[in-house]
């Protein structure tokens, strides 16, 4: 063949390939085109989704956290995981993970022994047959032409029963198998939001509850009440398949909810559940309340809600502060005495013949309570009525101004401002929370011939504690009332979106006059009357007892409401406390039971509170004793000995920590050893040097309580593991 002739055939040759490549390009150039742009595009599309993206998953915005008033966390969101193994993993392969699988069971059970090696085996090995399972049914389909999508359940199947820490997250990535990359162990920890109380039950029925499921939001209390500030905005993301792994790509960010500061001191509101649970256990009532609140601001600084679930057992359970709507007994008779001062119906001196405690009204007999002795007290006068709490003065008094017009005795009521209507910090079903009080023309609520003497002692009307308490506030304060109030301030990103002051729902409640005669009456209740067991060593006190039988079933049984309420220093009051205590055994006493638990309340926050000047606590003064000193940081202790001129037994080799020791003759030092790696023993340090030590090492602390430490929940002498939390119980 001519050398002509074989160039001819070598270019037919080559436009034959180019034609051939050009038909193939124009070929796949309409082929792309015809998936972009029609619905078999759209199809492929979701093909190839289905197994790399996975769409519109929720991410949970962190919810915002509560605080005591000077910022320690009653309340917080920590991240919890979920344990999941995706079958479907690129790297996965049955040789390695049936090499592995035992080790990794065993190491499972000894974490998590809820189920056994043999049990987390079945679970894992289920989970591959049934991605095998699901593979032959893909294959089936395929074969058949059946486009029918078949549901990946093997790709999220879940591992371990419960959600674990972040710490148990690090330690399980190290187990066999689940240490490679995750494409290859096919592990996945999905992250969730759950609540923590760092100080557990303290304060727990105010602060509230939160579902189970965190998306659901509040449940009760704080957490409820203020629930779309707490909860914040859901975000959007996708899991998407890259380079083999699973990532998460964020598309709208969610939002923190916003944090609630409140008017709760973690040490006032300890002292307050103690001095309530004691003294419940101690008469097997059941159930009660108190309230402590700051004269000036309006700030309640703890409130107990304490119900008996078993026997010498009480929690926090219904809002009792604002649900016992019974009637309030004898604490309403201060109101009754300020309304008659105030009308001008009475004086403090006038007198009242009472005889031996029996005066009969329309047919029904008032009755005081030392009638059944017989004695004879002929006449008292207002303030000693007060004092012995007469219900007979009472009712004289009531009748004297208001017998022809009952309607200006409740208008005098209404004045003061115990008719108003409130919302609270609290969420409450029906008509708790709100006063019931009677009115003469009232048709919905019979005014019977016997109401207005009944009314004067505190029954026929219904005011629940959180009332009584902001009226008995408003004595201290000069005759201001203003509501009490839990929830402070609402911070978003760090910044103070919006600061509560106290309402003031009367300015005025009274004359000046009338509040300086009610407060001295008051005084005369704890210096002499029904409630001199309440006086104190430390300052004086004004306050009312008040006992009141339960009505149930339209008649009066058996049952008692004893309470208490005043306020202290007497002079210069600091804080008005509210203490009641539903149904306790034994026989009843306003004085004996709730005055008790407002003594011991009351002398534990003074004493925690005012600040004692060097010479105050001096040996040779008021304090006969030399004081306990806390073990901790050896410089600071050094310093307060010589500032209290105590003496200094030998220091030996003292280190910058020490455990401190009295004996007859002076305070001797020893060194608390720190290696860095063991846990430290903290007992008998106060919270600041106690948690400076343990933070130091990488630990979470949890305190509860106040005091010094009793308790903690790591063994001294343990292996330091960062990020793990130890608890301490302070006392």
């Not at 005591?68 to 040789?95: C, N, Q, V």
Request: charged share 30%; aromatic share 10%.
């Amino acid at each position: 063949m001519s050398r002509q002739k074989r160039k001819r055939v070598a270019l037919a040759r080559y436009g034959l390939i180019v034609s051939v490549l050009m038909l193939f390009a124009v070929m796949i150039i309409f082929s792309a085109g015809k998936i972009v742009f029609t619905s078999e595009g759209k199809k492929w599309r979701e093909v190839g989704e289905r197994g790399t993206v996975i769409r519109d998953r929720v991410i949970l915005p962190k919810r915002g956290n509560i605080y005591t008033h000077d910022g320690k966390l009653l309340a917080t969101t920590e991240p919890l995981y979920s344990i999941y193994m995706d079958f479907w993993a690129d790297g996965i392969r049955k040789d390695t993970l049936v090499k592995y699988v035992d080790g990794l069971s065993k190491e499972l059970a000894r974490k998590f022994p809820d189920r056994s090696a043999a049990q987390y085996k079945n679970v894992i090995m289920g989970g591959w047959k049934q991605r095998e399972q699901e593979e032959r049914q893909i294959r089936d389909n395929e074969a058949r032409g059946n486009e029918k999508r078949v549901p990946l359940r093997s790709r999220y199947v879940k591992i371990l029963r419960n959600d674990i820490s972040y710490v148990d997250l690090k330690e399980i990535r190290t187990f066999p198998f689940w240490n490679q990359r995750s494409n290859r162990s096919g592990l996945i920890a999905e992250e969730r939001n759950a609540r923590k109380k760092p100080f557990g039950d303290l304060a727990t029925r105010t602060v509230g509850s939160v579902y189970k499921d965190l998306e659901k939001g509040g449940a009760s209390g704080l957490e409820l009440k203020y629930d779309s500030l707490l909860r914040g905005v859901n975000g959007v993301k996708y899991r998407q398949k890259i380079q083999g792994k699973w990532m998460d790509v964020v598309e709208t960010p969610a939002k923190p909810g916003w944090d609630i500061v409140t008017t709760i001191d973690a040490q006032i509101q300890d002292i307050t559940e103690r001095a309530l649970r004691d003294k419940l256990v101690e008469t097997d009532a059941e159930s009660g309340t108190a309230i402590i609140m700051e004269v000036k601001s309006g700030e309640i600084k703890g409130i107990a809600n304490l119900d008996r679930v078993s026997e010498g057992r009480y929690a926090e359970g219904n809002p009792n502060a604002f649900s016992y709507m019974n009637e309030p007994g004898s604490t309403f008779k201060t109101v009754t005495v300020m309304v008659a001062l105030d009308d001008g119906v009475v004086e403090p001196t006038d007198s009242f013949y009472v005889g031996s405690g029996l005066y009969q009204y329309n047919n029904r007999w008032v009755r005081d309570h030392y009638w059944r002795r017989g004695q004879d007290r002929g006449y008292l006068t207002v303030a000693e009525g007060m004092e012995v709490s007469s219900n007979v003065v009472l009712s004289k008094i009531v009748l004297k101004g208001y017998e022809k017009n009952p309607t200006k005795f409740v208008e005098g009521i209404d004045r003061i401002g115990l008719r108003e209507q409130f919302t609270w910090d609290v969420p409450l079903n029906g008509i708790e929370g709100t006063s019931s009080i009677r009115f003469p023309n009232d048709k919905t609520n019979y005014w019977s011939k016997t109401t207005l003497p009944w009314m004067s002692f505190g029954y026929e009307t219904r005011v629940p504690p959180i009332y009584m308490l902001m009226f008995y506030n408003g004595i201290a304060n000069n005759g201001k009332m203003i509501k009490p109030f839990i929830a402070k301030q609402f911070v978003n990103d760090g910044r103070v979106i919006k600061e509560v002051k106290a309402e003031v729902v009367n300015s005025k409640m009274c004359k000046k006059t009338t509040r300086d005669q009610v407060h001295e009456m008051l005084k005369g209740v704890v210096e002499r009357g029904t409630a001199k067991v309440v006086a104190s060593d430390y300052f004086e006190i004004a306050g009312k007892t008040g006992t009141a039988q339960i009505a149930s079933d339209g008649a009066y049984s058996n049952s008692y409401f004893v309470s208490f309420c005043g306020y202290f220093p007497a002079e210069e009051p600091m804080y008005t406390i509210y203490v009641g205590v539903r149904k306790p055994k034994g026989v009843p006493s306003g004085g004996g039971m709730a005055g008790a638990v407002f003594k011991n309340i009351a002398e534990q926050t003074y004493l925690r509170k005012v600040r004692l000047t060097v010479d105050d606590c001096r040996i040779d003064s008021s304090l006969q004793k030399r004081p306990r000193v806390k073990n901790g940081n050896w410089d600071q202790n050094r310093r307060l000995l010589a500032d209290l001129d105590l003496p200094i037994g030998d220091l030996g080799d003292t280190g910058d920590w020490v455990r401190m020791s009295l004996d007859s003759m002076a305070y001797r030092p020893k060194e608390i050893k720190l290696n860095g790696s063991t846990i430290p023993d903290v007992r008998g340090m106060g919270a600041r040097d106690a948690v400076y030590l343990l933070e130091k090492l990488g630990l979470r602390v949890n305190v509860h309580g106040s005091g010094r430490v009793v308790a903690q929940t790591l063994v001294p002498g343990q292996r330091v593991v960062k990020g793990v939390t130890i608890g301490l119980t302070m006392r």
